[in-house]
């Protein structure tokens, strides 16, 4: 588990060396004494491990820029790669003072050990296309959602692929979210493209995305909150947490719709990683307790299995939302 006595920690990505397990993470003060103000003091912290259970804290990884810059205010989510050099490269989200916080980006910072980052020079920002993903000033929402970069290879068709938080630009305002999309050649020029899921499929946002094959089976991860589900979702008594869609194609089209929900919300931000004796196991950060106070702290790994077509954390079957159908492979 990771705790920090100084620090509130949430959500986060993991590399692996082959040597150690490096796990980026936002952080803020607890002297800030309210966690809900933690968003705009982000930084992305930085410990390793050899187990995924003892943690060594390293230097922070990123902090915000030095203005002006699209990610003058605080550093969010992101996701981190190794290309054919063996340079790391980590793509992550940023918001800016200008944009008073409310329109998110994507940036990346490269490495050659993972300790030492440094900016995309000349540096770059990607930012959503019109044609398909809502604005600021849509009003449909409280920010321009655009951030959670999933970076991975595609081997059939030689791409690198990026999921993205996003909004669709039509549809039920309460039902917009939708898995964004990017590809490159080289992890350098990017093309943004149309969503890979539909509007309408209940979620208001679809945060942290990723995608692992687990067993033989691909699946999609995803979070979303009991606040930001549709409508639709609430009045049928559905509520939030980590939650997973079966599929085929890692490059898509996802049927969100059929997803279901693998924890409830006391845990967010699931994140699927293999340990060294190749088992699959899921962390998550703590995000609240029984009494609703906010937590901030990051799990032990728990291990995964495939429950009837689901996939299950065991020793939390009572979190599961059982209440849903099962999803087939689409």
């Given at each position: 588990?990771l705790?920090?006595?100084?620090a509130?920690v949430?959500?986060?990505?993991?590399?692996d060396?082959?040597?150690?397990?490096?796990l980026f993470?936002?952080?803020?003060?607890?002297?800030?004494?309210d966690p809900d103000?933690?968003?705009?003091?982000?930084t992305?912290?930085?410990?390793?491990?050899?187990?995924?259970?003892?943690?060594t804290?390293q230097?922070?990884?990123?902090?915000?820029?030095?203005?002006?810059?699209f990610?003058?205010?605080?550093?969010?989510?992101?996701?981190?790669?190794?290309?054919?050099?063996?340079?790391?490269?980590?793509?992550?989200?940023?918001?800016?003072?200008?944009?008073?916080?409310?329109?998110?980006r994507?940036?990346?910072a490269?490495?050659v050990?993972?300790?030492?980052?440094?900016?995309?020079?000349?540096?770059?920002v990607?930012?959503p296309?019109?044609?398909?993903?809502?604005?600021?000033?849509?009003?449909?929402?409280?920010?321009?959602?655009?951030?959670?970069?999933?970076?991975?290879?595609?081997?059939?068709?030689?791409?690198w692929?990026?999921?993205?938080?996003?909004?669709?630009?039509?549809?039920?305002?309460?039902?917009?979210g939708v898995?964004?999309h990017?590809?490159?050649?080289?992890?350098?020029?990017?093309?943004?493209?149309?969503?890979?899921?539909?509007?309408?499929?209940?979620?208001?946002?679809?945060?942290v995305?990723?995608?692992?094959?687990?067993?033989?089976?691909?699946?999609?991860?995803?979070?979303?909150?009991?606040?930001?589900?549709?409508?639709?979702?609430?009045?049928?008594g559905?509520?939030?947490?980590i939650?997973?869609?079966?599929?085929?194609?890692?490059?898509?089209?996802?049927?969100?719709?059929?997803?279901?929900r693998?924890?409830?919300?006391?845990?967010?931000?699931?994140?699927?990683?293999?340990?060294?004796?190749?088992?699959?196991?899921?962390?998550?950060?703590?995000?609240t307790?029984?009494?609703?106070?906010?937590?901030?702290?990051?799990t032990d790994?728990?291990?995964?299995?495939?429950i009837?077509?689901?996939?299950a954390i065991?020793?939390?079957?009572?979190?599961?939302d059982?209440s849903l159908?099962i999803?087939?492979?689409?």
């Open positions: 588990m705790h920090l006595p100084a509130w949430w959500d986060f990505w993991l590399a060396d082959g040597d150690r397990f490096h993470f936002l952080k803020a003060s607890r002297a800030l004494l103000r933690r968003h705009w003091r982000a992305v912290g930085h410990a390793t491990s050899t187990d995924l259970v003892v943690w804290e230097p922070d990884a990123l902090v915000p820029a030095d203005g002006p810059s990610d003058d205010l605080a550093t969010w989510t992101g996701s981190i790669v190794r290309d054919d050099t063996g340079t790391w490269r980590m793509f992550y989200t940023g918001v800016s003072r200008e944009g008073r916080g409310l329109i998110q994507i940036g990346s490269t490495s050990d993972l300790l030492v980052w440094s900016r995309h020079q000349p540096h770059f990607i930012k296309d019109p044609r398909w993903y809502e604005s600021i000033a849509d009003r449909s929402w409280p920010d321009e959602a655009w951030r959670d970069p999933w970076v991975f290879h595609n081997e059939a068709d030689g791409l692929h990026m999921l993205v938080t996003a909004r669709a630009n039509s549809g039920a305002a309460d039902q917009r898995v964004g990017a590809t490159s050649a080289d992890l350098a020029r990017w093309s943004v493209a149309e969503p890979l899921s539909a509007s309408g499929s209940g979620f208001g946002q679809l945060e995305l990723q995608i692992a094959n687990v067993d033989g089976q691909n699946v999609l991860l995803f979070s979303c909150l009991s606040s930001e589900l549709s409508d639709e979702r609430k009045a049928r559905e509520r939030g947490g939650w997973a869609v079966n599929i085929d194609n890692p490059t898509g089209p996802f049927a969100v719709e059929n997803a279901y693998v924890a409830d919300e006391t845990l967010y931000v699931g994140r699927l990683v293999q340990d060294r004796y190749g088992k699959w196991q899921l962390l998550a950060f703590k995000n307790a029984l009494n609703g106070e906010w937590i901030g702290e990051i790994p728990m291990p995964v299995t495939w009837g077509g689901r996939l065991p020793p939390l079957l009572s979190n599961i059982t159908p999803s087939k492979s689409v």
